[in-house]
């Protein structure tokens, strides 16, 4: 019997269902489509701090607590990424919520 690979599901604002569904070249892909052409370290450490932190507690962390973990500057995800949202997004989780998606899509 053939293994079927399928393709990731998302939801209408481009968010994975499923965040077991990611993978580090779905979130290349990702990111190219957001106009991130390569992804360097300091995205690798906060895509992955962003998945950590969901992990445990379910809900978006406060960007300045990532940014003061990995020793980067404050606002370091406006500085990486177009917005935290897009972060999110490439970083393969879910929908937040509403009230979430308002904080991370914040300038």
């Known amino acids: 019997m053939q293994h079927v690979l399928q393709q990731p599901e998302f939801d209408e604002y481009g968010l994975l269902r499923d965040p077991a569904d990611w993978t580090p070249d779905l979130a290349r892909h990702?990111?190219?489509g957001e106009g991130l052409i390569e992804l360097g370290p300091q995205h690798w450490a906060f895509l992955n701090?962003?998945?950590?932190?969901?992990?445990?507690?379910?809900v978006p962390p406060p960007t300045?607590?990532?940014c003061h973990e990995l020793h980067l500057k404050h606002?370091?995800?406006?500085?990486?990424?177009?917005?935290?949202?897009?972060?999110?997004?490439?970083?393969?989780?879910?929908?937040?919520?509403?009230?979430a998606k308002s904080?991370?899509?914040a300038e």
């Open 103 to 105: 904080y991370l899509s």
């Open 64 to 66: 300045a607590r990532l």
């Open 30 to 32: 990702l990111a190219r």
């Open 49 to 58: 701090a962003l998945r950590d932190y969901y992990q445990r507690f379910h």
């Open 75 to 99: 606002g370091c995800g406006h500085m990486l990424f177009p917005s935290c949202l897009t972060a999110w997004r490439i970083a393969g989780l879910p929908d937040p919520g509403e009230e």
